[in-house]
């Protein structure tokens, strides 16, 4: 059975770095074709694909935050880390990992609220 | 970037229709389209991948259908369990979301 968790901060201050990180159960993050994405959404508003990393430890970026964002994995610890600097505002949102193996999203964590606020 | 444009943003239904959302891509994205349920509080729910290939255990009222970049997602009988919102994402470059179809009671 595949299970993601995310696991980081609720609140982050304005400027701030959001460190997240995504631990995963019934797969290996080095078994060839096997990605990790994060998705974050906005409260009442639409998903917004974020980052992914393949088992082979490339990296993809959305383009219009990709000065922002950071992925890693620690196969050893089943866990990919997302980190997000100069937070605002605007990032609020609930923060998704998901597994990618075919290219879409499969199975997705349960997701964890982060809200930015001084 | 390519832009995925759903329509309606809500849809009100009965029990028992025949819904349609259309998804349309800013790009040609080919046949790699997805379809998730979202339920409120709830990670979103893949539905369908490839455009049509419907997911284990996803009842077979759920029909994906398209190509290019007009895409559509049918439900032959709504049912008690599908009001919810819906999502297309695109995956032939990158990963794009549309912004959701809410399908709420009439």
């Known amino acids: 059975q595949i299970t993601l968790t995310e696991s980081g901060p609720t609140l982050v201050r304005p400027t701030q770095t959001l460190t997240l990180t995504c631990t995963v159960s019934?797969?290996?993050?080095?078994?060839?074709?096997?990605?990790v994405g994060w998705i974050r959404q906005p409260p009442g508003k639409a998903l917004e694909w974020l980052a992914l990393?393949?088992?082979?430890?490339?990296?993809r970026y959305s383009p219009s935050l990709k000065n922002r964002l950071t992925i890693t994995k620690d196969t050893s610890k089943s866990q990919v880390v997302l980190t997000m600097t100069n937070m605002d505002p605007v990032d609020t949102a609930t923060y998704y990992c998901?597994?990618?193996?075919?290219?879409?999203?499969?199975?997705w964590g349960q997701g964890s609220l982060v809200t930015v606020s001084s | 970037d390519i832009q995925m444009t759903q329509s309606p943003s809500t849809l009100s239904a009965s029990v028992g229709d025949r819904i349609t959302i259309t998804c349309r891509a800013s790009?040609?994205?080919?046949?790699?389209l997805a379809w998730y349920q979202q339920k409120p509080g709830k990670a979103p729910k893949l539905l369908i991948s490839k455009t049509s290939s419907l997911e284990s255990g996803v009842p077979s009222r759920f029909r994906g259908s398209g190509s290019g970049t007009e895409f559509t997602l049918t439900i032959s009988s709504l049912q008690p369990d599908d009001f919810a919102t819906y999502f297309c994402?695109?995956?032939?470059?990158?990963?794009?979301f549309g912004q959701g179809t809410k399908v709420e009671m009439k």
């Open positions: 994402q695109q995956y032939n470059a990158f990963w794009t």
């Open positions: 790009q040609n994205v080919g046949y790699w």
């Open positions: 990393i393949y088992w082979d430890d490339d990296k």
């Open positions: 019934g797969f290996s993050l080095s078994t060839s074709g096997v990605a």
């Open positions: 998901a597994h990618n193996v075919r290219k879409y999203f499969q199975y």
